[in-house]
């Protein structure tokens, strides 16, 4: 290979969402020397699940997400999950405000906007459960501006466009937070690349595909190919981000190393029901989230959500699974097959054995009728018109099947951070609530692949710069988080 096919740089981060945007951006914001090199294959960043229209955009801080806060056996509701992913949620906006404070970033309007997040009950029992929730969480000062209210009146106000039409006897309950957020992760990670290509000793390529990844004495050897040229070429890293989305599993697989054995996935995509009408558009003005059906993933928890892409106002309705074996929504049928190992077939046989609910409840999706998706949406929005609602297919997700010693296999609905163990590659598998917490994985990543810089003064400095306060500091010191919020709401121009 002519020497000068092949060149040399700190960081290759595969993969241009909002994943690899943040690390890249977070790296060079705390040691500008740093080089970089961001490598996508398609023709652009953010389009696979950061795009706005394949995610929620929900900036999940465990306000009205009812899968955060199981109730125990004996009754009592576990409030850890929503109060980590809240405070988690606080260390995102602590950077994103940072990149608007310095000028760089424009208005942060295009990308994150306030929205009333609620949770809403049917029935009896889910009343019970609401109930038990808010009095759990209202009492921790991340939730403390929560509203409760069983009263129809009440509920008329906060959402309007779903209480004609119901029946008056139904019992029903719902939840506030007025503090929530819609987030357009496309439009963010667009601005972050953006950001990262106007610094020195930074690119961002597209149409680049890794097909080979070597480790050597001094990192890794990525091989590279050029989609639109065909040319090839050598690049030598001294650590590789793998944040592909549902591609990240397959060069997992190719890097070899033995932390991602045993690993596998299951791919599902998404579906929502998008209406564009105005008159409808206007009348519903939050994220409503309500409980997932008895035996359905937590994945599958329904919501009736206003959206803001690119200025323009939508509601979505969903999610509804459907089934293919691609990795990415443009990738190949092929993904899944080309993914069975003889180290993961294992755990994944276990979990197709211990996950038989998950199996039927996607075969009832994909064979779902549009009149049967309408019946869904009408347990929300009772006067719900056919002709007001469109499907739009949403992204890939990739689900995470590891080894578990008790059962084989099992089947994980969150993200996880496999680094190798002398930090010199690092990869992230799953799902929700991925992109809304990016900015924590990417902090965990750094303590895990990069420990000494981390001990320096210059990194310590520039990380108390960015970030006032953890998010340990923040579940734990009232003071602090109201300090913190207050600060990050007004540069995110949150309370205007």
């Known amino acids: 290979m002519a020497h000068n096919d092949y060149q040399t740089v700190d960081v290759v981060l595969v993969g241009a969402g909002i994943m690899s945007a943040t690390l890249a951006v977070l790296l060079k914001e705390i040691d500008p020397s740093i080089q970089l090199e961001v490598l996508e294959q398609m023709e652009a960043g953010a389009v696979e699940s950061s795009n706005p229209w394949n995610n929620a955009g929900t900036g999940h801080a465990g306000l009205c997400e009812l899968n955060y806060t199981p109730e125990a056996a004996d009754g009592s509701i576990d409030i850890k999950k929503s109060v980590t992913i809240n405070t988690q949620f606080e260390e995102s906006k602590q950077f994103w405000a940072y990149l608007v404070e310095k000028g760089t970033f424009g208005s942060p309007k295009a990308f994150i906007n306030p929205i009333p997040h609620l949770s809403f009950v049917r029935g009896q029992k889910g009343i019970d459960y609401l109930k038990k929730r808010f009095a759990a969480l209202s009492v921790h000062h991340a939730f403390s501006d929560m509203e409760y209210t069983e009263d129809r009146a009440t509920m008329a106000e906060w959402m309007p466009l779903m209480m004609p039409g119901r029946d008056p006897n139904e019992p029903i309950a719902a939840t506030r937070v007025m503090a929530g957020t819609d987030v357009n992760f496309g439009n963010l990670t667009t601005r972050m690349l953006e950001h990262l290509g106007q610094l020195p000793d930074a690119t961002v390529r597209c149409q680049q595909k890794v097909t080979g990844l070597q480790r050597n004495a001094d990192g890794w050897r990525v091989s590279v190919s050029d989609l639109q040229t065909g040319a090839k070429?050598?690049?030598?890293?001294?650590?590789?981000?793998?944040?592909?989305?549902?591609?990240a599993l397959s060069l997992l697989q190719q890097s070899g190393i033995p932390e991602g054995k045993g690993f596998g996935g299951f791919p599902v995509s998404g579906q929502w029901l998008r209406c564009d009408n105005p008159e409808?558009?206007?009348?519903?003005?939050?994220?409503?989230?309500?409980?997932?059906?008895?035996?359905?993933?937590?994945?599958?928890?329904?919501?009736?959500?206003?959206?803001?892409?690119?200025?323009?106002?939508?509601?979505?309705?969903?999610?509804?699974?459907?089934?293919?074996?691609?990795?990415?929504?443009?990738?190949?049928?092929?993904?899944?097959?080309?993914?069975?190992?003889?180290?993961?077939?294992?755990p994944m046989l276990a979990v197709a054995r211990d996950n038989f609910d998950l199996t039927r409840y996607l075969v009832k999706e994909v064979l779902q009728s549009d009149e049967k998706r309408l019946e869904t949406l009408r347990g929300f929005y009772p006067q719900a018109k056919a002709e007001d609602w469109r499907l739009e297919i949403a992204g890939q997700r990739v689900q995470i099947i590891k080894k578990d010693p008790k059962k084989g296999g099992i089947l994980q609905f969150g993200t996880e951070l496999v680094a190798s163990q002398d930090g010199t590659l690092a990869a992230l598998l799953g799902a929700s609530p991925g992109a809304s917490v990016t900015v924590s994985i990417m902090l965990d990543l750094l303590q895990r692949c990069f420990p000494e810089q981390l001990r320096s003064e210059q990194w310590q400095a520039k990380l108390a710069e960015i970030f006032p306060a953890m998010g340990t500091v923040l579940a734990a010191d009232a003071e602090r988080y109201r300090e913190v919020q207050a600060r990050s709401n007004a540069l995110l121009q949150l309370d205007a």
């Open 280 to 346: 409808v558009v206007k009348q519903h003005q939050s994220k409503v989230y309500s409980q997932a059906a008895v035996g359905s993933p937590p994945m599958s928890v329904p919501h009736l959500d206003t959206r803001v892409v690119d200025g323009k106002t939508s509601l979505l309705f969903g999610p509804y699974a459907g089934f293919t074996t691609k990795f990415l929504k443009r990738g190949s049928y092929l993904d899944l097959p080309m993914s069975i190992r003889l180290n993961n077939i294992g």
């Open 233 to 247: 070429r050598e690049i030598q890293a001294k650590f590789v981000f793998l944040g592909a989305g549902g591609a």
